[in-house]
Structures are given as structure tokens and as C-alpha cells.
């Protein structure tokens, strides 16, 4: 007993650790299968969150109608949609990769689009005495959407720390695999220190996801880089 809770509401730590151990094949398969959604749904939503980014910040008439859809989508609680994904894609990884994306889908494409809207007019005008042909093609390649990255740096960074939250919740709702599903199988035994197990894993996915998100970033945008002044011991 870990104060005064008993062991089926907060289990001790030594009794997840163990759980760990004695459930660590499973928890490694369960883990897998979540982090293959993740990863999926990253990528297919990250492209989806470019795309749409780019359509916002060169379209106006694209913009003066997708924008207020776009936020107004987020006031759908997640939890709502879930079950018609699980109905329409099925209990299979689809519908979780789709929650994946769904709920990564709005950090990316606020982000970028930020970035796309904030590059420096010095830049742009620039662009325009340097580039007269072909210029909006040349300007988006070579001045709007490099200025942008970090930004959608950013954004992914966000994305990497939620995205967990989609692929768990889809699982939660029909899966046969998964950490959330896991959780499940786990509460309905009464299994509280393997449920405990299993969303350590799952917030260690999360962190790793996270530093090698910013790892990359790092590495491809050299050029942005917090300055000493901002960073303490």
C-alpha cells in the first residue's frame, strides 16, 4: 500500500516494475503496434497539415472558406469522433492512424501556416526584383517555405507530444492491439500496476518521440537554433 491508498487505485512502484519485468514481451508488442501508428499517422498527417498550410497561405479564396471550417473543427471534441472512425475504417490500424492525424493535423497546419504569413517583407521584396519570372513559384521554393520550417518545427514538436493521445484513444474504442488496448484488457482484470506499466511505456514513447522530433529538426534547420541568452543551466 503506497500511503493510504490501497494497491487497486496506486499501485506501489516497485509493483510496476515488477509488472514491467514479468510483462515486458507483451508490453514490447503492444508498444510496437502504437508506435507504428504513431509513426504512421505523423507522417500521412504532416503532409496533409503542409498541404493544407500552403493552400491557406496562397489562396484567398481557399483561405476565406477553409480557415473558419478549420477552427471549428477543433471546438469536435476528438472523443466524438472516434467511434465513426472505428465504424467507417473498422477495427483495424487505420482508424487509429486517422485519429493520429486528426489530432496532429491542426498544430502542423496553424504552425506553418503562421511561419508562411510571417516571412519578412524584406525578404519578399527582395525575391521579387531577383526572381521576375516565375516568381510565386520561386518565392514559395526559395524564400516562404524555408523561412517557414521553423515554425512547422514547432508545430511537429507539438505533434509529437500529442499524437500518442490519438492513437490511444482510437484503440480504446476497438482494437485488438495497442497500449490502449492493453490499458483496457488490464482494468477489466483489475490489473491496476500493469495498467500503470503500460502508460510508462506510453509516456516514454511520447518523450522519445519528442527529443528525436527536435533532434531532427536541429540537424536540418542548422540555421535556427536557440541563442545562449535564452538558454540556462
Known amino acids: 500500500m503506497l500511503g493510504d491508498l490501497p494497491p487497486y487505485i496506486l499501485p506501489d512502484p516497485r509493483a510496476v516494475a515488477r509488472s514491467l519485468w514479468h510483462h515486458s514481451g507483451s508490453l514490447f508488442h503492444h508498444a510496437g503496434v502504437t508506435a507504428l501508428e504513431i509513426v504512421l499517422g505523423m507522417v500521412l498527417g504532416t503532409l496533409l497539415g503542409c498541404g ?4 491557406l497561405g496562397y489562396s484567398r479564396r481557399a483561405r476565406r472558406w477553409l480557415l473558419p471550417a478549420l477552427i471549428a473543427s477543433q471546438a469536435i471534441p476528438v472523443f466524438a469522433i472516434a467511434p465513426l472512425l472505428v465504424l467507417w475504417l473498422g477495427y483495424g490500424m487505420s482508424s487509429k492512424i486517422a485519429m493520429t492525424m486528426l489530432v496532429i493535423y491542426f498544430p502542423v497546419t496553424a504552425n506553418f501556416y503562421d511561419g508562411l504569413r510571417h516571412t519578412q517583407r524584406g525578404w519578399l521584396d527582395l525575391a521579387q526584383v531577383m526572381l521576375p519570372e516565375q516568381r510565386r513559384w ?54 491496476v500496476d500493469l495498467m500503470f506499466a503500460a502508460l510508462f511505456v506510453l509516456a516514454a514513447l511520447a518523450v522519445g518521440l519528442y527529443f528525436l522530433v527536435d533532434a531532427g529538426s536541429k540537424r536540418l534547420l542548422p540555421w535556427h537554433r536557440p541563442s545562449p541568452e535564452t538558454e540556462t543551466d
Open 52 to 55: 493544407s498550410a500552403l493552400v
Open 138 to 191: 520561386a518565392v514559395l521554393r526559395h524564400i516562404a517555405i524555408p523561412a517557414a520550417l521553423p515554425a512547422l518545427a514547432s508545430g511537429l514538436r507539438v505533434a509529437a507530444a500529442v499524437a500518442p493521445i490519438g492513437a490511444v484513444l482510437g484503440e480504446w474504442v476497438g482494437s485488438s492491439a495497442g497500449l490502449g488496448y492493453l490499458m483496457l484488457h488490464a482494468n477489466s482484470r483489475m490489473q
